[in-house]
Each structure stands twice: as structure tokens, then as C-alpha cells.
């Protein structure tokens, strides 16, 4: 329980890591036992960035992102969160400069929400008010109610409001959108804009790639431990190729050996009776798809196209769901 | 951006730890409700009043005066019956022994481990030889006693107390601890910069505020139904019970320290009052186990509490001349407190 003080004094020391990045580590390995968590991982945020962290549950964002936090100590690697090593004497400094919202918390019951607020407020040494925090959140009417009386989408506003308490320069959003409607995960990021355009950096983890897409500049995609892609979102998807998907249902089975012999069509994917094609990107490859098609007397129903998205680089780069390539 | 409206984290986090437990319904029976059932209840079930006369079943009466002094005798309640059912009787002690009268003399039938058999036959016996013309040959004179603590209530109130202070104690911190750890609270608040030892105090504080209700309001009960006195004084009752909290406290955080969820928490809890609750003379002395037992017994915190209550209550005895049941209480508490301090999960 021996934890430095968090005097103002002692945070502007730290004028000396004011170039650092806001979160730094190299060759981060996490094992719990012999299993490996985290498999060596190297990850730089600058300052201002939204960062992404995707990947399918079991990736290893969770413990990545515990570890970044001084939750867990990793079994070996180094990080640096603007400059400051955890265990060196700067933790509460450090905790002082982020904001948390972790994956699943549930507060306190049975204090009412600006309780929770006053409670978490009085941690900092600086900070917003809680009337600044409750209006940021659009939480005003729900002030005087007890936490377990929420609903999913208020109790996670309440939880981003705690992170944003102490007026962080960094704040850790652990799939903070899960489960919400479509309107509350509006309102969500909406917020983490705002805190965006006064200077913050987020590390976010998401499994909603279109929430990545909107927020993040750049994403890293972890899978079994390991970072196995990254780039912009814009980047993610060229990388994919000049490509475009077609989709559609048909009652008859269509022979996909005869459609992947076209030159233009690289994967066709079934599901019970929906197919999706990634074919080239242009008007000759569909129009050259539709003749195969109506060549082999097949009838598609509610056949779409769609550009590709961060949901096809995923599903590409972790090979699930695609039957051929 | 900065707020000077922000408050001390440690008056924030006492006051959360009220409210939350002000808010809990369950809680509040739990430490302020029942011990007063409970004192109502044992304390009427065995309030003191003159002893009854035995009740005796006659199967057949002797003849003449000596069954009519028996029948009619003060000092025992008479009940004819038929041999069996008096047997019947006096198994299920509704009788307390059996008169058979067979000429020339009667034969007495009780249970000669049973207190009030023996005494039984004794008042029956006293009442037949002098009906049948026994002179005493002294006449010794009475002396009745009724001192102030030395009734059941008197004896039950600090085992309530004790037993309150250990209740509390327990569930209050380390069951709070284990549910705040399973619900992921206590990683979010370790990720904050908020002192650890500032949330270990918050459980000291809340506790204390606690406790001085708990303990006013069973010593102000019982002093007003009962009227039980303590004998003591005041600040070594209060000094008593707020070191019999801490130990429990103690104790309490190294359950708390790394249970990881609510049902082992419970079992834990069990584990370690249950035998206490039976051991410790919160309701009968301990002094009805054998001999040998009562040194571990005495290692015990319960019984280290409940003693010293009773001493302070009952005796008049200060804390000064308490020594063993502090130690006991010091050793539990302060073990327990730096265990849990090196061991604390916060995950």
C-alpha cells in the first residue's frame, strides 16, 4: 500500500516526458500459466490519437489494455505510459493523466449516480465538476437515482463519466459500446469526439467495426495474442484489394467451382442460402458474375453490393466465416 | 477545469460506505433488529420468578391425614394418576417425580440426574415425614438474595452485544470487500489514483460510526426493559468493543483479502462465527464444556470479547484489569490485518 503522492506539484515534473508518446510499450508477453495471454506485442499512440484494438473475444485486447493500465504486471516487455514506467515510483502520476472504463464494471448500487460521481471525483487532484460531468453525459435527470436502477445505456454513461472525472489526458475505453442501442452508442461517441477535438488521446477495443471506422486513426487487429494487422481504417480496407462484394439468397445451389473459374471473382462464401462473392472492383466483373449466374439458371434474391469495410478486412484476415479463398 | 469543490477522498468514501449500507434493508434487520428480537426473546423465555413447587404425581394417596396434608401441602402440586400415565408424565417431565404409596411407606420414582427430580423428592419426602409427625430438631432462619447482574439477562446482554460486534464486523467488511471484487469495483478503483490505505480506512471509520450505534442501542434497551446496569465504566465498555470491532475488522479483511466470489465468502463467514457462536458462551458459559477445552476456548476472539464485556457489565471491572481477552483480541485483529495487507487482491 506504499503509493507516491499525486501532488499537482509532482504532475508538473513531468513537463520533461511532455514529448513522450501517451502509450508506449515493446514486446509485451502476458502468460497465465502455460497459457500465453499476450504473445509479444509493440504498440506506439502519439498524443491526439484515437487508437483502435480489434479483434474476436479471447484476442488478448482485454489483458493488452489491463496491462497498459497497471492492472496486471506483464510477464516481460516494457511499457510507457507519456514517458512513465509502472513500478518506478510515478504511479499515482501516472494514474492521475487517465481515465478508465472497464469492459463489464458494475458500481456501486446503491449510491445514487451523483454519488458515484463525487466519489470518483474526490480521487483526482484535479478534475471536472460533477454538474460538468452529469451535463457532458446527459445524465442531469438521472442525477438523484440509485446505479442498479439504470438502464444498460445510463449505467454506461455513468461509467465513461467516471473516467472522465480526472480530467484525463488519456482515457482506456474496453468495448465501451457493447450491448448498447443504436441510439446510446450514438450519444457514446458523440462524447468521445469531444474529448478527441480538446487534445485527448483514446485506446479503444471494439468489436463493432463500423464504431472503429468512425472513431479510430489507427487500428492494430489482434488475434490469438498477437497484433496481425494495422494501419488506418482506410489503409486496412485498400489492403484488401480493389475489391467489391456481392450479395445475395438463392433457392437453387449455384456451382461456386464454375463461378470461382472467372477471372474477376477471388472468394465465394456460403451461408445456408446466402452467398457472398468478393470480386473485383468493376462494373465488367459483376455484369460478367450475373451472366454466370443466369447461365446456370440460378435466380438471386435481394442481390446487393457493397464497397469493402473493416468487417470484410476482419473477417479476411482471421479467415472466419470465408469457406474459400 | 479544475474544481475546488472536490472533497477529502476518505470523508468521500466513509460516507459512501453509510450510505450504502444505510440502503441496505437486509443489513439494517440484520444489526439493529434482530439482537433486540433476540434480547426480548431469550430474556422473557428466561426471565427470573420464584422457582414453582415440584409437581408431583401421586399413583395412590395414603390414607387418611398423611394423603390429605400432601394433597393439600404449598409446597408441592399434587396430580392423581394411574401408574402408567404417571410414568408417562414424569418421561416427558411434565411431572418432576412419582409418589407410590404402598403400606407402610412410599417409594419416590425420579430421574436422579435431573436437578429438579432430586430436589423433587427431597420437598415431597420433607412434606410426608413431617404430616407423618417428624419434629426438626433445628429451626434455621433464611436469607434471600437478589444482586444486580446476576439474572440471565444480565449474562445474555454482553454475549448479544459480542456476538452484534462480530456479525457487523464480518459481514460488513469482508463480505462488502468480496462483492465489490466480484463486481469488478475494486479494479476500477485501482486504476484510479486513490490510496489504498484511504479504502481500507473507510471501513475502519464506517465501521466505528456503526458500532457506536450497534453498542448504544443494546446497552440503552436493555438498561430500559430489563433494566441491566453496567457496572463499569462507560469508556472502557466503548475502548472494549471498538478493539473487539477491529479484530473482527481484521479477521474479517483476510476473508475479504482474496475470496473471489460471494458463495465461498458465505461459507467462510459461517466457518469461522459458527463455532464461536456455540463456543464462546455468548448464551450458555463455557464452563458446561470439559476442562480441557476451555484454553482454546479462551483463544478465542468471541470468547475474549464476550468475557471481557461481561467482566466490565457485571464485575464493574475497567479495561485495566482486562489482560488476557486484549491480548487475544490484539493478536486476531493485528494478524489478520497485515495477512490481509500482504495478500489484498485488488483484482
Known amino acids: 500500500m506504499t503509493s507516491p503522492s499525486s501532488s499537482p506539484a509532482v504532475r508538473a515534473s513531468a513537463s520533461a516526458d511532455s514529448n513522450a508518446p501517451a502509450i508506449e510499450c515493446q514486446a509485451l508477453v502476458k502468460h497465465y500459466g502455460s497459457k500465453v495471454a499476450v504473445a509479444g506485442i509493440d504498440l506506439v499512440v502519439q498524443r491526439g490519437q484515437c487508437f483502435g484494438l480489434l479483434g474476436p473475444n479471447g484476442a488478448g485486447k482485454t489483458t493488452t489494455v489491463e496491462m497498459l493500465e497497471g492492472l496486471h504486471p506483464p510477464t516481460s516487455g516494457t511499457i510507457r505510459i507519456f514517458g512513465a514506467r509502472w513500478g518506478e515510483g510515478r504511479d499515482q502520476w501516472i494514474r492521475e493523466r487517465f481515465g478508465v472504463q472497464l469492459q463489464d464494471t458494475q458500481l456501486a448500487d446503491k449510491l445514487t449516480v451523483e454519488e458515484v460521481l463525487t466519489l470518483f471525483r474526490s480521487f483526482y487532484a484535479t478534475g471536472r465538476s460533477v454538474s460538468e460531468l452529469l451535463a457532458l453525459l446527459d445524465l442531469e435527470e438521472e442525477r438523484r437515482q440509485q446505479f442498479s436502477r439504470l438502464s444498460g445505456g445510463q449505467k454506461q454513461r455513468v461509467a465513461i463519466a467516471t473516467a472522465l472525472a480526472g480530467a484525463p489526458d488519456l482515457l482506456f475505453l474496453d468495448e465501451p459500446t457493447t450491448g448498447l442501442d443504436p441510439r446510446a452508442r450514438q450519444t457514446l461517441w458523440g462524447v468521445v469526439e469531444a474529448f478527441r477535438s480538446a487534445g485527448g488521446t483514446v485506446l479503444l477495443t471494439t468489436h463493432y467495426m463500423e464504431e472503429a471506422a468512425t472513431l479510430c486513426d489507427e487500428l492494430a487487429v489482434m488475434d490469438q495474442g498477437r497484433i496481425i494487422a494495422r494501419g488506418s481504417p482506410r489503409a486496412l480496407i485498400d489492403s484488401l484489394g480493389e475489391v467489391q462484394f456481392v450479395d445475395f439468397e438463392s433457392p437453387q445451389t449455384p456451382d461456386s467451382a464454375a463461378l470461382l473459374a472467372l477471372p474477376a471473382v477471388h472468394a465465394v462464401d456460403r451461408r445456408g442460402a446466402r452467398y457472398r462473392l468478393r470480386i473485383e472492383r468493376s462494373l465488367r466483373a459483376l455484369t460478367a458474375v450475373l451472366e454466370e449466374l443466369e447461365r446456370q439458371g440460378v435466380t438471386p434474391i435481394g442481390l446487393s453490393t457493397h464497397q469493402a469495410t473493416l468487417d470484410d478486412v476482419f473477417l479476411h484476415l482471421t479467415g472466419r466465416g470465408l469457406s474459400h479463398e | 477545469m479544475s474544481d475546488p469543490t472536490a472533497q477529502h477522498p476518505l470523508a468521500e468514501l466513509v460516507k459512501a460506505r453509510l450510505r450504502e449500507f444505510l440502503r441496505e434493508k437486509g443489513m439494517i434487520f440484520w444489526v439493529f433488529v434482530f439482537p433486540l428480537l433476540m434480547a426480548i426473546g431469550l430474556g422473557i423465555a428466561f426471565r427470573s420468578r420464584p422457582p414453582e413447587p415440584p409437581r408431583v404425581a401421586a399413583v395412590n394417596l395414603p390414607p387418611g391425614s398423611l394423603g390429605a396434608a400432601l394433597r393439600d401441602s404449598e409446597r408441592v402440586l399434587v396430580e392423581e394418576l394411574p401408574e402408567a400415565a404417571a410414568r408417562r408424565s414424569l418421561a416427558r417431565g411434565k411431572v418432576d417425580v412419582i409418589v407410590l404409596w404402598e403400606e407402610p411407606a412410599p417409594t419416590y420414582v425420579f430421574d436422579a440426574s435431573n436437578e429438579k427430580g432430586v430436589s423433587a423428592r427431597h420437598v415431597v419426602d420433607d412434606v410426608l415425614q413431617r404430616a407423618a409427625g417428624r419434629v426438626d430438631p433445628l429451626t434455621p432462619r433464611e436469607q434471600t438474595i437478589s444482586e444486580p447482574g446476576t439474572r440471565y439477562i444480565d449474562f445474555l446482554l454482553p454475549g448479544l452485544i459480542g456476538l452484534n460486534l462480530m456479525g457487523s464486523s464480518m459481514w460488513g467488511v469482508g463480505y462488502n470487500l468480496v462483492v465489490a ?87 467462510w463467514m459461517n466457518l469461522v462465527q459458527l463455532p464461536m457462536w456455540v463456543l464462546s458462551g455468548a448464551f450458555f458459559s463455557y464452563e458446561r464444556f470439559p476442562e480441557w477445552l476451555h484454553g482454546p476456548i479462551r483463544a478465542l476472539p468471541l470468547t475474549a470479547l464476550v468475557d471481557g464485556l461481561r467482566a466490565i457489565f457485571n464485575d464493574g471491572a475497567s479495561l485495566l484489569n482486562l489482560g488476557s481477552q486484549l491480548v487475544v483480541l490484539l493478536v486476531w485483529g493485528g494478524v489478520g490485518f497485515l495477512v490481509a495487507l500482504r495478500t489484498f487482491r485488488w483484482q
Open chain 2, 181 to 267: 471484487r466480484k463486481r469488478r469495483l475494486l479494479r476500477r478503483y485501482a486504476v484510479t489514483p486513490m490510496r489504498r490505505s484511504h479504502f481500507l480506512l473507510s471501513y475502519f471509520f464506517s465501521r466505528s460510526v456503526f458500532l457506536a450505534l450497534e453498542l448504544s442501542l443494546l446497552v440503552g434497551f436493555g438498561a430500559l426493559v430489563f433494566g441491566t446496569i453496567v457496572q463499569g465504566d462507560y469508556l472502557s465498555l466503548a475502548a472494549l468493543a471498538v478493539l473487539g470491532a477491529a479484530s473482527f475488522a481484521g479477521i474479517s479483511l483476510l476473508i475479504g483479502a482474496r475470496v473471489e466470489n460471494t458463495e465461498s465468502a458465505n461459507g
